[in-house]
């Protein structure tokens, strides 16, 4: 299993950027979807996720309307579109994968320990 992250960079606060992550060695589709964040000197922090169906997302309060999470099933890839960018989204973004049952179709895991595979991560630098 490999999740390929990629898309982050150096952005003035205020910018966009679209993070992409590439699945592949699984069936995408039994899986929800989440990214987490870990930012200089602090512990990994969830910021979203959604749901195997596609239908239901959940973001954490200081992300919420700026940051939009999708998913494209036929191209085994999640998405993640920034904007409004701040200097206190800067970090290492990091895609990951939550196996879930055949019948759970809205779970939107906000846990890391409920998520089976990682990606390696992607640098988003914000400056103010």
């Known amino acids: 299993v490999q999740l390929q992250a990629s898309g982050g960079g150096l952005v003035q606060a205020g910018g966009s950027l679209r993070l992409s992550c590439v699945a592949s060695?699984?069936?995408?589709?039994?899986?929800?979807w989440g990214w987490f964040r870990q930012a200089p000197g602090k512990d990994r922090e969830y910021i979203v996720s959604i749901s195997k169906n596609g239908r239901k997302t959940d973001y954490t309060d200081s992300v919420k309307g700026r940051l939009t999470i999708s998913r494209d099933n036929a191209k085994n890839t999640v998405y993640l579109e920034m904007s409004n960018l701040k200097p206190e989204d800067t970090a290492v973004y990091y895609c990951?994968?939550?196996?879930?049952?055949?019948?759970?179709?809205?779970?939107?895991?906000?846990?890391?320990?409920?998520?089976?595979?990682w990606g390696q991560g992607t640098e988003v630098t914000v400056s103010s």
């Open positions: 060695g699984l069936t995408f589709t039994v899986y929800a």
């Open positions: 990951a994968a939550s196996r879930r049952y055949t019948s759970d179709t809205t779970s939107v895991p906000s846990r890391g320990s409920q998520y089976n595979y």
